[in-house]
């Protein structure tokens, strides 16, 4: 009676496993999916810079991108503008971008840009940059808010929150290892 037992409470956790393996693969192929239609979606996109240009996103498509959602009224992401820039720096010569999407006028944005000597491209997104924030995993609309995209279009790591730049290295890494 023992051993019928075990045979049906292994057979019940092995049912479940199966089960929650199946449920696991498909709500994995929906985020797949889902991400796949917010990438498209953000390429789609031309936004103005700080200088009133538009730029194409689709132009860092192809190549590991770091899309980082912030407002210059945001005092986290004030903070890491400038460990932006530096990663930017440190890494573009593999092919990486780092671009800013401002949630703030196009005043405000290039106020800061001047200040702070950004050259990072800051896009000006304004208050509709959070519904593609939230395209992109940000269902809190929590500022700052970073997304790494592989070259291949897929997103591979999503950040609410300030980012810390040894924690982007080690993304950036993963993707486009620096020379020495």
Known sequence: MAGRRAVIVVGAVAAAAAAAGIGASVWHANVGARDAAATQALFSLALPDA???TQPL?????RPLVVNFWAPWCAPCVEEMPDL???RDDY????VEVIGVGIDTAARIRAF?????ITLPLLVAGAEGSSVGDQLGNKAGVLPYTVLI???SRILERKIGRI????????LDKVAPRAG
């Open 150 to 152: 592989g070259a291949d």
């Open 164 to 171: 810390r730049p040894e924690e982007l290295r080690a993304w």
């Open 113 to 117: 840009r001047d200040q702070h000597a």
């Open 85 to 87: 820039q530096r990663i």
């Open 92 to 95: 573009r010569a593999t092919g």
């Open 51 to 53: 200088a009133g240009a």
């Open 58 to 62: 689709a132009q860092w498509r192809g």
